[in-house]
T-cell receptor, first 106, second 112 residues
Framework: DAKTTQPNSMESNEEEPVHLPCNHSTISGTDYIHWYRQLPSQGPEYVIH???SNVNNRMASLAIAEDRKSSTLILHRATLRDAAVYYC???????FGDGTTLTVKP | EAQVTQNPRYLITVTGKKLTVTCSQNMNHEYMSWYRQDPGLGLRQIYY???????DKGDVPEGYKVSRKEKRNFPLILESPSPNQTSLYFCASSLVSGYEQFFGPGTRLTVL
């Protein structure tokens, strides 16, 4: 699996958009990009995944750079329940790094 | 309800006493895996299984065994637990490898 670089932490205000970046410059051409999040005291949960095109679902949007070396998870309106650790995982989705701890302020 | 269950949720044991952590999924998923989570080290994959009777080592398999005799169950076996296996363990399943993974609630293991 490709190595990833994510900021250790980010802060957001409630009801504002949040852009969580991930660098995966060693990704291979066939690797999907998966995003998971882990709420306090819970197991990780799937957020979204994509290959080349931008993707949207009810939880978030995923913007993938044209060269696929980076991606951005977009939470359109952060809520307090979105406070979690967010993991970007290229490949078959089994190598979790340290992720980004998102804090949402009321 | 579609879910992954793990038992026990909490376990305190002593060095060398064999234990099994069970994992079961009700979604007819082919792929199952075990992770451990330690502070500062993130989640690391221990073993995974692509289907019944097919298991493979993950990144940190030493000291662990698994079996996959039925599609729904994927127990994690510690034949001789040691204190460095104190950790939070998660089981996960997905339809096939690379698809959305569903995680269990976790098992917190302490080995004294």
């Amino acid at each position: 699996d490709a190595k990833t670089t994510q900021p250790n932490s980010m802060e957001s205000n409630e009801e504002e958009p949040v852009h969580l970046p991930c660098n995966h410059s060693t990704i291979s051409g066939t690797d999907y990009i998966h995003w998971y999040r882990q709420l306090p005291s819970q197991g990780p949960e799937y957020v979204i995944h994509g290959l080349t095109s931008n993707v949207n679902n009810r939880m978030a949007s995923l913007a993938i750079a044209e060269d696929r070396k980076s991606s951005t998870l977009i939470l359109h309106r952060a809520t307090l329940r979105d406070a979690a650790v967010y993991y970007c995982i290229p490949g078959r989705g089994s190598t979790f790094g340290d992720g980004t701890t998102l804090t949402v302020k009321p | 309800e579609a879910q992954v269950t793990q038992n026990p949720r909490y376990l305190i044991t002593v060095t060398g006493k064999k234990l099994t952590v069970t994992c079961s999924q009700n979604m007819n998923h082919e792929y199952m895996s075990w992770y451990r989570q330690d502070p500062g080290l993130g989640l690391r994959q221990i073993y995974y299984s692509m289907n019944v009777e097919v298991t493979d080592k993950g990144d940190v398999p030493e000291g662990y065994k698994v079996s996959r005799k039925e599609k729904r169950n994927f127990p994690l076996i510690l034949e001789s637990p040691s204190p460095n296996q104190t950790s939070l363990y998660f089981c996960a399943s997905s339809l096939v490898s690379g698809y959305e993974q569903f995680f269990g609630p976790g098992t917190r293991l302490t080995v004294l």
